[in-house]
């Protein structure tokens, strides 16, 4: 497995990391603390580049393969894991354009989500279809030479602010996930009511909004071929968890990094706290657990570039990063004692942004569904 990065891919992770600290890091706090959108950290990712750098060189993207894309996803999100998020939900719409679209429907949204210039929204989840997206009850029936889409969406990241959605409903209520289908919802599309964002417990600067739909799309709005969208889904999910990983390390690494700070300036009766072998192994633990997460990411995302299938590795590192990041977290708060607990310091927000990962684009359960089903295929 060939985990080498070229001299572009080591450039561009350059410039991420440094936009990371310099830009995006200050303004996590008041992102966090203000509940608001973090409009000017992802601007300054489209500036980059960033915004595209899971799209092929063709479509605007930077070229860069799935280990350098994680790698920038790790330092984006240990700097503001929101970001990262918003990020990479505008990732899960591109991936559903460049694997479910047509050629004509790449080359009219991708280049401009690529540049930054416009952001998207993925909406899969619904009220009574979150680990089970083949219960959607949400419905688009021919109409008027297009499509009428009734039903509802809830926790979809970035979809007020963004320029385009990518919606998954049924055409076709009698065909399970087979009767699922994708549409362009640009923005403006009258018939679509927006809620406050949700008030969540972690990444509180990236908004989530539930979806009130009754609106006509065209249709040209349908995403590729009718009835391919759950298959389009799920391959965009594979993808999508590899970045979650990603995503993970970045808060485990920056509580990681704190605490080996912290460890060592805190003074407890004669020594530093370091100097106690219950921190060592605490420190040891969270390292390895980091370490193990990472060279999973690592493996799923070459596997990701390599062809093959990939939902096995996808799933796997998902799953141990996503634990890891909740471990590794709650372990450096409990080193800070009292001062990780109070909001000066960026711990508890760590923890709170970590808890997600166990949630969002499969929960761990999920992720232990498909590893078992392609450990159990693999014997048939
Ligand atoms: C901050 C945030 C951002 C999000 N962003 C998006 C977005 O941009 N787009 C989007 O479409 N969705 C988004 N979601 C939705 C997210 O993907 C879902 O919340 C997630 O998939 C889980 O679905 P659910 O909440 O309906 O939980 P449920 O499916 O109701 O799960 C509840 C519990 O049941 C368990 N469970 C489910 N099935 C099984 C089973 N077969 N065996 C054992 N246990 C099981 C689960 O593991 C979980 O513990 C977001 C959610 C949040 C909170």
Not at 172 to 197: L, N, Q, Y
């Amino acid at each position: 497995m060939n985990f080498e990065l070229n001299a572009e891919e080591l450039a561009v992770i350059e410039s991420a990391e440094q936009v990371a600290r310099e830009v995006i890091q200050p303004l996590a706090r008041h992102y966090d603390e203000t509940e608001t959108f973090c409009a000017d950290s992802i601007k300054a990712l489209g500036d980059l580049g960033c915004m595209g750098i899971n799209l092929p060189e063709t479509y605007g993207g930077l070229g860069i393969g799935s280990l350098a894309m994680s790698r920038v996803v790790e330092a984006v999100a240990g700097a503001c894991a929101s970001t990262a998020s918003a990020m990479t939900a505008h990732f899960l719409a591109t991936d559903s354009i460049l694997l479910g679209g047509t050629e004509e429907q790449k080359q009219e949204w991708l280049p401009r989500a690529a540049s930054g210039e416009l952001l998207g929204a993925f909406a899969l989840t619904e009220p009574a279809a979150g680990s089970n997206p083949a219960d959607m009850r949400s419905r688009a029936v021919r109409e008027d030479g297009g499509w009428r889409v009734r039903g509802s969406k809830h926790y979809i990241t970035n979809a007020k602010e963004a320029d385009f959605i990518v919606l998954y409903v049924k055409t076709d209520a009698e065909a399970g996930h087979k009767g699922i289908s994708a549409f362009m919802v640009p923005r403006g599309t009258p018939g679509i009511d927006f809620s406050s964002p949700e008030k969540t417990m972690g990444l509180r600067g990236s908004t989530i909004y539930e979806l009130a739909l009754d609106c006509w799309l065209p249709a040209s709005a349908l995403l590729g071929v009718e009835g391919q969208g759950f298959n389009t889904a799920m391959a965009v999910l594979d993808r999508g968890r590899v970045e979650v990983a990603a995503m993970s390390l970045g808060i485990a690494n920056a509580a990681l990094q704190a605490s080996l700070n912290w460890v060592r300036e805190r003074q407890i009766g004669p020594k530093p706290l370091a100097a106690y072998q219950g921190t060592q192994w605490r420190l040891a633990d969270m390292y390895a657990q980091l370490e193990s997460a990472r060279l999973l990411t690592m493996k799923a995302a070459a596997r990701r570039d390599s062809g093959e299938r990939f939902s096995l590795d996808s799933a796997t590192a998902k799953l141990v990063a996503a634990e890891c990041a909740g471990f590794v977290t709650d372990a450096a708060l409990q080193l800070h004692g009292g001062y990780g607990y109070v909001r000066d310091l960026p711990l508890e927000r760590y923890v709170r942004d970590a808890r997600i990962l166990r949630i969002f684009e499969g929960t761990s359960e999920v992720q232990k569904i498909i590893i078992s089903r392609a450990l159990l295929d693999a014997c048939k």
